[in-house]
C-alpha cells in the first residue's frame, strides 16, 4: 500500500478522557475546536495561517467575546480534522488509502488552499493521490470505496472520477504489461511459491484478460456500474471479458446465486444489484454462458423487475430460437 509522511515534528496531541484532546506544549491554549463530543484544545496561530475557514469562525468568535469555535459538520469527524490540526503544527501524519479521501474533504472543508499559504495540505494530498494512489490498482480500489462515506464532497472534487478513471485504465492494460501483484484477491499460485515441482521452480505465468474481475467485486453496485461503463466505453476488452465479470459480481454478491435463487426475504435488498447487472450485459454472441443467462432470469423473477425480467426473458427466447448467445 502506498502511504505519505507530512511533517516532521513528534506528535505531541494527548487525550483526556473520552472526549478531550490538546497538545502538550508549555504555551497556553488560545481556542477550542468543537468537533461533535470531542473539544480540542489548540492554538490559533498554527490553525490560523493554514485554514481560511477557521479564521472565518475565530472572527466571528471574537466578536461574541468566545474563545470556542464549532465545525462539527467536518467531513471525517474528529479523526479527519486531527490529521488537519497535527499537519498545522507540522506533526507527523500518515496518510494511506485508507484515509486519505477523509482528510481531503476535511481539508476543503476548512480551506487550507494554496492561497492561504503555499504547500497548504489540499495541494500536498492531489500530488500523493496523483502521484501514486492513482497509479496503484488496490489503492485506487480502496479508495474509490472509501468515497462513499463522503458524498456528494468526493463526487464533487472529483476524487471518484479520477479512481473510477485509474481503475478502469488498468483493467484495459495489455495483459503483457500487468504483474500478478495487480490483483490481490486471487489465490497464490504454486508456481509462484516455487513449490511446483512440474514446473522446476518456474515462477511466471501468462496473466489472463479476467485478471482483475474478482478484485472489482468489492465495490458496491453503483461503483461497479459506473467503472465497467467506463472500461466497455473503451473498448479495449471482449464481451466475454465483460461477461466474466459480471459473472463474478452475481456469484459475489447475490447470496444463492450460484444455486439459482437469492436468499428468502432478500429480494428489495438485491433489486439494484439484479437490475444493473442485466443492464450491463453484453448484446453479443456467446459472450455469458446460458446457465449464467438462466439463473439470473430466475433472480430477476425473484427480485421482481418488470424490465430486467422481460430483457432478461428477450435474450433467453433468442438463445432458444436462434442459438446465439450461449456459449
Known amino acids: 500500500m502506498k502511504f505519505m509522511k507530512l511533517g516532521s515534528k513528534p506528535d505531541s496531541f494527548q487525550t483526556e478522557g473520552n472526549s478531550v484532546r490538546y497538545v502538550a506544549t508549555e504555551l497556553a491554549t488560545d ?39 464549532d465545525i462539527s ?9 486531527e490529521i488537519c490540526a497535527k499537519f498545522c503544527y507540522g506533526m507527523t ?35 500523493f493521490l496523483s502521484s501514486s494512489i492513482f497509479r496503484s490498482w488496490k489503492d485506487s480500489i480502496i479508495v474509490l470505496q472509501t468515497t462513499r462515506s463522503f458524498l456528494p464532497l468526493s463526487e464533487e472534487l472529483k476524487v471518484i472520477s479520477h479512481c473510477i478513471h485509474a481503475v478502469a485504465t488498468k483493467a484495459c492494460v495489455d495483459v503483457s504489461k500487468v504483474n500478478w501483484s495487480y490483483s490481490y484477491n486471487r489465490k497464490k499460485l504454486p508456481e509462484e511459491n516455487g513449490n511446483d515441482p512440474k514446473l522446476n521452480g518456474l515462477r511466471n505465468r501468462l496473466v489472463p484478460t479476467d485478471w482483475w474481475v474478482e478484485d472489482l467485486c468489492e465495490l458496491e453496485i453503483g461503483l461497479y456500474k459506473r467503472v465497467l461503463v467506463t472500461i466497455q466505453t473503451k473498448g479495449t476488452l471482449s464481451d466475454e471479458v465483460i461477461g466474466e465479470g459480471l459473472k463474478a459480481y452475481a456469484y459475489r454478491r447475490l447470496p444463492g446465486f450460484s444455486k439459482g435463487m437469492i436468499q ?21 454472441r456467446g459472450s455469458v454462458p446460458c446457465s449464467f443467462l438462466l439463473k ?32
Open 296 to 327: 439470473l432470469l430466475k433472480a430477476a423473477i425473484y427480485v421482481d423487475l418488470g424490465r430486467c425480467n422481460q430483457r432478461t426473458a428477450d435474450k433467453e427466447n433468442w438463445t432458444a430460437t436462434r442459438g446465439g448467445f450461449c456459449k
Open 93 to 127: 501524519v500518515t496518510l494511506n488509502a485508507y484515509n486519505v479521501v477523509a482528510a481531503r474533504c476535511a481539508a476543503e472543508y476548512l480551506g487550507m488552499h494554496e492561497t492561504i499559504e503555499k504547500g497548504n495540505l489540499i495541494y500536498k494530498i492531489d500530488v
Open 73 to 81: 459538520d467536518i467531513p471525517g469527524g474528529p479523526s479527519a480534522y
Open 264 to 284: 428468502c426475504g432478500d429480494a428489495a435488498k438485491y433489486r439494484s444489484t439484479v437490475d444493473t447487472i442485466v443492464w450491463l450485459l453484453p448484446t453479443e
Open 31 to 69: 481556542i477550542i475546536v468543537n468537533v461533535g463530543d470531542i473539544k480540542f484544545y489548540l492554538h490559533k496561530f498554527p490553525l490560523l495561517s493554514k485554514s481560511a475557514h477557521l479564521q472565518n469562525l475565530v472572527t466571528i468568535a471574537n466578536g461574541e467575546n468566545s474563545d470556542e469555535v
